[in-house]
């Protein structure tokens, strides 16, 4: 019989003769969508991921995370660095003598309540008659009580009668003419009966450098001013003569060094008789508010690795940088402010002088947070007290 010839298929490669063995099933293929027949994996070894050839975009998130954590912690060290190094230079200017005379903190400053005294010093050396002065033109009282989130700051007017121990009576700015920051210390814990943890003595001639660094700071002005005539801003006597003084208008007003300096000073407003040199404590408050607040801003924060031993540089105090950055976030985390300012009545016998009067105590028993806040009492143009503002 004669053989039968033997079937044949026809493929894409060509023509065939015999029957074609098929693969397994687990490792065959089989038609795609458009009807060719297709090997599912035509050789050894492991089988090929679906996305190898692709784009791994999680492995490049995760690189760009890591590389700005990086540089996270590149800005931090380099931002404490740099306020170490202003925060030493600031330690060394403090006299031994007033880091003495301070009572030392129980706990850190991040959790525990402190009093620190800020004490201006405004040298005015431009004016002949004051270029030896080296009285204390702002002293001021600061409370942090980072568990209630309050800040409470306590004006003490610079005429204020008080004992300067060693040296009599006498103004209370006279402290620190005697015998520095440590006499300063000691009078104000006289007058008040509260220990002093922390002290900053602040050259307000270089304050202005300090607010142009961090880009100037923004004042709620309460009422419009115009000024006595001081620092007139022209060359010319002919134009100081007919410059009526130095304006503010009510509201927020950003401020750069110069100006905000000016408005801390002014002791005189035309527009309002009423106000006093007590006026003019409130309106240093609100300048050393706004520029605390200005140094703990994101936008600051992001320079400080340039500026840090800038805005050290008009300081002397015992700070150390960890306690400036707890500072800081106490300043950050507060929601309540409250201003107070002590007083008293002229005296009778010349040299300016004020003398303390009844309120005193009420009103720092309100800056400790153990009464409640009173205003000074009607018809008192000095008078101690928690002023409400206008």
């Not at 053989?3 to 026809?10: D, F, G, I, M």
């Not at 599912?40 to 999680?58: T, V």
């Not at 004490?119 to 702002?138: C, E, N, P, V």
């Not at 950055?325 to 002229?346: E, N």
């Amino acid at each position: 019989m004669a053989q039968r010839e033997k079937p044949y298929h026809v493929y894409r490669g060509g023509r065939t003769k015999g029957w074609v063995p098929t693969l397994p099933k687990k490792e065959g293929g089989g038609p795609g969508r458009d009807g060719r027949f297709r090997l599912r994996y035509p050789g050894p070894g492991p089988k090929p991921r679906a996305s190898e050839g692709r784009p791994n975009w999680r492995r490049w998130i995760l690189i760009g995370v890591g590389a700005i954590l990086v540089l996270l912690l590149v800005w931090l060290v380099a931002s404490y660095l740099a306020l170490r190094s202003g925060a030493n230079a600031a330690n060394d200017r403090l006299a031994p003598a007033a880091r003495a005379a301070l009572v030392p903190q129980n706990g850190l400053l991040l959790s525990h309540p402190t009093i620190l005294l800020l004490l201006g010093t405004d040298s005015a050396a431009h004016i002949k008659q004051r270029a030896g002065f080296r009285r204390s033109d702002s002293i001021m009282l600061v409370r942090t009580d980072p568990g209630k989130g309050r800040i409470n700051y306590l004006s003490i007017p610079r005429d204020l009668r008080a004992e300067i121990p060693g040296h009599g009576t006498d103004k209370i700015n006279s402290a620190f003419q005697i015998g520095g920051a440590s006499l300063a210390i000691r009078t104000v814990r006289n007058l008040t009966g509260l220990e002093v943890n922390h002290v900053v003595t602040a050259n307000f001639d270089s304050f202005t450098k300090v607010i142009d660094k961090v880009g100037g700071v923004t004042i709620d002005v309460p009422a419009p001013i115009i000024s006595n005539k001081f620092d007139c801003p022209y060359k010319m006597q002919a134009s100081c003569d007919r410059w009526d003084g130095w304006r503010f208008g009510k509201g927020r007003r950003h401020m750069d060094g110069r100006r905000a300096l000016i408005y801390a000073r002014i002791r005189e407003n035309k527009l309002d008789p009423r106000e006093t040199d007590l006026t003019r404590g409130e309106r240093q408050q609100a300048v050393i508010q706004a520029l605390l607040s200005r140094l703990t801003s994101p936008s600051v924060l992001i320079k400080m690795p340039f500026i840090g031993d800038d805005v050290m540089q008009p300081l002397a105090t015992d700070l150390s940088a960890g306690e400036l950055i707890q500072y800081a976030l106490v300043k950050k985390r507060s929601g309540h402010v409250l201003r107070c300012r002590l007083g008293g009545t002229p005296s009778g016998f010349g040299g300016g002088y004020l003398v303390a009067d009844e309120e005193t105590r009420s009103t720092i028993a309100a800056f400790l947070g153990r009464s409640a806040p009173q205003p000074p009492l009607p018809g008192s143009t000095f008078g101690s007290g928690c002023p409400v503002r206008r």
